[in-house]
């Protein structure tokens, strides 16, 4: 994927100066050697950092290998402020971690105190107002620490991306979408940048595209990726054309940033003047990490980059859609799975999900949108989904969100969607989620979110959450486990 950033890692020893330096330095060294045993590429910064002085010159050797994540080490008690102050000027995330003391035979001139250290670390961050990445237990062995540091390379990936990110809109919400209109005035205080553009200039620009001569070839990669499932192959130049027009737009408005989102206006003045259904587009380029959230979705869409940093995989924005029927989750899940009907939902959007997502995929019409704009015809505008049912398999389900007065917060779900045929359409799953139907009530319902959610395809509950702990969003939701009521849940009410 050519959208999301490269992690270029750093480390940096401290060492407070009552403290050998030396002790910083070797443990250090262990810590790199693990790392790159496990195949983690690493830049060990030169200068062990006892002093602000020191600082500097570390600063310096980091920018100069081309580091953009930082790993502040303390091989023992550190210097609280020369280290805090590394991460507020260094460009990029940063991670605090610790030494273990190594041997209960050493505990006079190896003993460290990082375990102290970090205690300091974390009172001198809070007093600069920077955010660091510190693991749940940030104090282990060289092989505890290098594994601290693979999980943080996906969080580092996201937050590199986001402040490099700009989201591309076309048009505003459809009428009765107010749920994906939210203040966008927090995602500038994340440092992504906005570019909201009318329909018209979309539509000007797809006229502009006109007989292409890159359609011909476009159409063929179309051809070859549908395969048996090009069932409506005359829609394909359209869809071409609209997919040239996006990316050439992504190229010419990037301006300052590396990377782009899209979230665009996608019904229902689209199909009467574009003449196609976006769906297979927006698939197309979410493939390539280029996310394209539907209904002009800007949280989406972000949540979806989000995503996309973390897992290096393909990702998707789905409705929680609609219930299981009864009788199909007597037939199909019950005894089966170890879920109740109300630990499940469909998941399901027009047709927006990859094709590699997918057990098999067809180019299909968007049924709800020819009932309205082409009853009683063969279908042709309302052309350009891609349909099929979602793989199964582990997923998340997950999505940042601002409120109306501008409060950011989030949510992360782990689950998996089941191997249980759809039996309808669009691009659709059976997912379950442990306690999903108090979530759905105590978090969705009472906190006010959209029906649109991001999906990653695995677990990665852990690397998404901290992401959005990093970037400062305070009231992060999660399926509760039985038993844990969640803050006014009614303890004697039946799901």
Known sequence: MKNIPVVKLGIAAVSRDCFPMSLSAQRC?????????????????PTTIESETHMMQALKELKDAGCNALVVYLGNFGPESAETLLAKYFDGPAMFVAAAEETGDNLVGGRGDAYCGVLNASYNLALRNINAYIPEYPVGTAEEVADMIIDFVPVARAIIGLKNLKVITFGPRPQD??????????????????????????YAAFNEHKDDPRIPEVVADMEKELAGGNKMPGILPRLAQ???????WMEEHKGSREYVVFANKCWPSFQTQFGCVPCYVNSRLTARGIPVSCEVDIYGAVSEYIGTCITGDVVTLLDINNSVPADMYNESIKGKFDYTLKDTFMGFHCGNTASCKLTSSTMKYQLIMHRG?????????????LEGDIIPGDITFFRLQSTADAQLRAYVAQGEVLPVATRSFGGIGVFAIPEMGRFYRNVLIKKNYPHHGAVAFGHYGKAIFDVLKYLGVEDVEFNRPKGVLYDGENPYAKY
């Open 29 to 45: 060294d262990a810590v790199v050697k693990a790392a790159k045993d496990k195949g983690l590429d690493i830049f060990k910064c």
């Open 177 to 202: 979408f107010l749920a994906c209109n939210a203040p966008i005035k927090q995602l500038y205080n994340l440092g992504i940048e906005i570019e909201e553009n009318s329909e018209l200039d979309l």
């Open 242 to 248: 609209l997919e040239i027009t996006l990316l050439d």
């Open 373 to 385: 704009l082409e009853p009683n015809k063969e279908p042709d505008i309302t052309r350009g989904t």
